[in-house]
């Protein structure tokens, strides 16, 4: 469940990003738009007499100051907004690396490896969890599950399923079978 919420997340993030940055081109697109139109209407300027054009000069300054402020205004909104942006997907992925690596380390942990004198594996022991753990032979195949409860210790063993491995199982460890759980106890 948490690896759907993270891909999730990380989707929205990168979604996020990419609309921030769509509406930041948008408005640079704009803007060359709007001097493009300046450039046409300084043509038309020259054209006209002297006195409308000093008319015109003034209402131009004034414009010009109003749109000199709001652009230096949205080009810091972009570039914090980018920046914001950044530092935030930096973050998750960060902290994703930091749980995926805890997580690895975490299930590394619950393993014991058994090895003989020599230095070749014997198995390992996985705890199971409420006092019960699953033993491996070196190849992976799984020799049983002893459980214990109190002073009694079960144990579950793939082998119980058939009547000579019972036997034998009984003989080797002396262990009792119960036959009305179908399942081996210490003796």
């Given amino acids: 469940m948490w690896l759907i919420t993270l891909v999730l997340t990380i989707a929205y993030v990168i979604w996020l990003t990419r609309l921030i940055n769509f509406g930041v081109n948008r408005l640079d697109r704009i803007a060359v738009a709007s001097e493009t139109t300046a450039f046409a209407v300084s043509g038309m300027f020259k054209a006209m007499p002297p006195e409308v ?5 003034q209402a131009i300054e004034r414009v010009r100051r109003e749109v000199t ?12 907004s980018r920046s914001l942006t950044n530092k935030i997907f930096i ?7 930091a749980i995926i690596l805890l997580a690895s380390f975490a299930h590394a942990a619950e393993q014991t490896r058994f090895y003989s004198p020599n ?13 019960s753990t699953r033993y491996y ?25 058939s009547p000579a491995a019972r036997s034998g199982l009984r003989h080797r460890h002396s262990q009792e079978h119960d036959d009305d759980n179908d399942n081996w106890r210490a003796a």
């Fill in 91 to 97: 973050g998750i992925l960060v902290v994703v690396g």
């Fill in 53 to 57: 054009q000093e008319r015109a000069q």
């Fill in 119 to 131: 230095g070749t594996s014997l198995g390992t022991a996985v705890p199971q969890g409420q006092g």
């Fill in 69 to 80: 402020e709001e652009q230096r205004a949205r080009v810091l909104s972009a570039q914090q």
């Fill in 137 to 161: 032979d070196a190849s992976g195949r799984s020799l049983g599950t002893p459980t214990t409860n109190g002073n009694t210790t079960t144990f579950y063993s793939p082998m119980a399923a």
